[in-house]
């Protein structure tokens, strides 16, 4: 008669079969044979691999690490009822284990070849250069980060895209920058009588700190303030010689066509907004200076 220690030993002996990959007796054979690890053809396989087997050397026992072996073999099931708990967890602890694959890149550092774009796609939004905007009838290269201080309090930051660039840590793993100017914090303006925010493109500071990871800013577009245009004149023209001095700030949406049959004629398309939609309240024909005229076209009278 089988003891209950001996059918437990062959229990383990079972799942240590099934995943002798994993298991850190098989990677020393590897070792032993061939001289090093066998790499596959994707790094971060490779790393993901060694990720969990690093994750199963961290349990104190053999019987831990073959119940975590069993863990990721019922990964691979089908969902039952009932089970929806466990494979969250799963999921969160495999999430976490292809993070740590990502840090093994990224302490590889990239390479010395960096590729730039005018143009990116990311987040789904397209993001230019602002070299590429004025060759363009599209306005793309306005960003909005927000950064959490010590004290966690957020402040926002608005700028515009001088250049994009894409870090190479491996075929499959690639970090894409973007290098921005940022508008001084004195040079924001929020008017909150009327919601709008405006910022002064001329007054930037924060040279030292120019890069921003793509998948952490929002798009916002800049339209120029004709109201804070300066009051020199050409005397020839009467008009005025220089570009207004601050821009409003429009947030952008995302393109959510095809998202849950969402379209940008639905009722709750601004749902998928991350700032909420900018409206004017006051008149349009809101005169420019104390010299201009409000922009309206008169009929002329026949006689």
Known sequence: MMEDGDEEQDND????????????TAMDDNEEEGGEEQASDD??????RRAISDARRDYATDKERLQFDKMLEDH??????GCEDGHRKLGSILELLKWKAELYLLARLPSSNICTFQGYEI????????????????????VRFDAKDEN???????????????????????????????????GIHIDDKYGMITVDPNNLA????????????????YVK????????????????????KRHIVLSGKRNIVGVDDKTDMSEDYNKFKEIPPFTVKIDPSILLNDEDSPWLRRRRSQH
């Open 123 to 142: 987040n789904v939004n397209t993001f230019y250069t602002i070299d590429q905007d004025k060759k363009s009838t599209n306005q793309n290269s306005g």
């Open 76 to 81: 691979h099931k089908l969902l039952y009822p």
């Open 225 to 244: 303030d004709m109201s804070s245009k300066s009051r020199k004149r050409n005397q020839q023209k009467n008009t005025s010689t220089e570009e207004p």
């Open 152 to 186: 966690g309090q957020t402040t926002t930051y608005y700028g515009y895209i001088e250049e994009i660039w894409e870090l190479d840590y491996g075929p499959t793993f690639k970090v894409p920058l973007f290098r921005c100017k940022w508008v001084k914090l004195s």
């Open 206 to 221: 924060y040279l030292d700190e120019p890069f921003v990871l793509a998948s952490e800013v929002a798009q916002v577009f």
């Open 13 to 24: 002996d079972q799942y240590r079969s099934m995943f002798s990959e994993w298991d850190d």
């Open 43 to 48: 790094p971060v396989d490779d790393d993901l």
